[in-house]
Each structure stands twice: as C-alpha cells, then as structure tokens.
C-alpha cells in the first residue's frame, strides 16, 4: 500500500513534544531514508529541513545529487522554506532525535534519545524506504543494531564508519548505506559516497518479491 500524502515537511504529523523541533522531510513513499543524529549538530533550524544552513550542506546535498537521490539548483536561489535549493526527489530526510537540544550541552541526553526513539521508529516505519542512510557513528550505530541483523563491534572490526562510507551493507529487511558525518569529511568523500549511490541504484535494490501468486486475486503482493 502507498501513502497518498503529498505534504513534504513532516507528511505523518509527527510530534515529539519539544519546544522546538525540526521534523522529517521529503517523500512519504521514498525508496531511499536520509538519518542523522540531531538539529544541533546537523542543522535544519532556520530552514525547518534536515541537514541544511551549515558549512558543509552544500557538499553534502551535491553528493547526494551525484548519487541520484536528489536534484539540486546550483545557482542556490532555491525558497529555503520549502524545498532549499533541493528538489528531494524520492528520499525521506529526518533525524533519530529531532527536538533541538539545549544550547548548555553538546548532546542530548540518553534518557531524551531514549523518550524520542518510538517517534523515530514509528516515522522510519511509515515511510518504509528501501534503503536506509545514516550519517555519523550515532545514527548508524542505532540503525544497525536496531534494523539488521549486524552489530556495531562487526563495523569496528571492518575498520569503523571510515571504511564502510557510501557502501552497502546487507541487513534484515532493509539495506543499509553507511555515511561519514560531513562534519568530518576529507577530499574523496563526496566522491566515494556519489560513486556509491549510483552504482547502488544501477541494482535492484528494492529487492522485492511478488507473492501475489499465492494469493487470490490478481493483484501483486510485494515483500522484501
């Protein structure tokens, strides 16, 4: 079954019960679900869009672009309170904590992770994208535990985030594409992460199954 919402700013009216907040973003059919950590360090604030209006946006965005996952207007003039220079094609943005932390402290707490999570989980279920994308240790490390069948000592023995940038890790369910904090970007990581994304679309990566065989009637029956 598709959604049939058209709304692109937060299209399940998610509400986590902050003051502040900035809500998924894009696609509520998207094959494809951008997931970093939280406002005060991936940006979003003044836009209300996930990982927009910080230094590194731009590069971040344009490597998405040359993967395939978003367009963007290189002339910048984009209205940054719809769409901000992207147009996001089939691709979900959000974070696994969306409230804006207090400004006192550099993270959020365990226990406000811990409060946010279900909101988070009820989104990404929602959306129920093909292939999952989270960006930095924090929300990988919660996608793979939380949504395959790896764990995180696996990635550290592979060689940590570094080495599993823009690559495709095979899960239970969902497939996963690990990527580097832009913060923490060096010269080939836009390229690595775009290479990555294009050769990941040139598969199926849907990977679905048409069981509808089994099943009276004519119509399909997708699962992964």
Request: charged share 25%; with cysteine.
């Amino acid at each position: 079954m598709r959604n049939v919402t058209d709304r692109l700013r937060n299209p399940f009216g998610m509400r986590p019960g902050c003051a502040e907040y900035v809500p998924g973003y894009g696609d509520a059919n998207a094959d494809f679900h951008v997931i970093g950590d939280h406002p005060g360090v991936h940006g979003g604030r003044t836009s209300g869009v996930p990982f927009t209006g910080e230094t590194w946006s731009e590069r971040f965005f344009g490597a998405l672009a040359d993967g395939g996952l978003v367009s963007t207007d290189a002339s910048g003039d984009g209205d940054a309170e719809t769409t901000p220079w992207i147009d996001i094609g089939s691709t979900f943005l959000s974070y696994l904590h969306s409230c804006v932390p207090d400004t006192s402290v550099a993270d959020p707490s365990e226990d406000s992770y811990a409060e946010l999570e279900p909101v988070f989980d009820a989104e990404l279920r929602a959306i129920a994208a093909h292939v999952l994308l989270p960006v930095g240790d924090r929300a990988t490390r919660h996608v793979i535990e939380s949504y395959t069948a790896k764990t995180w000592a696996e990635i550290d023995a592979a060689g940590g985030l570094e080495a599993v940038h823009g690559t495709e890790l095979l899960g239970s369910g969902w497939l996963v594409v690990p990527i580097r904090d832009p913060r923490d970007w060096g010269s080939d990581h836009a390229d690595r992460l775009s290479a990555g994304l294009r050769e990941l679309r040139r598969t199926d990566y849907r990977r679905e199954s048409d069981l509808g065989r089994f099943i009276a009637g004519e119509d399909p029956y997708y699962v992964r």
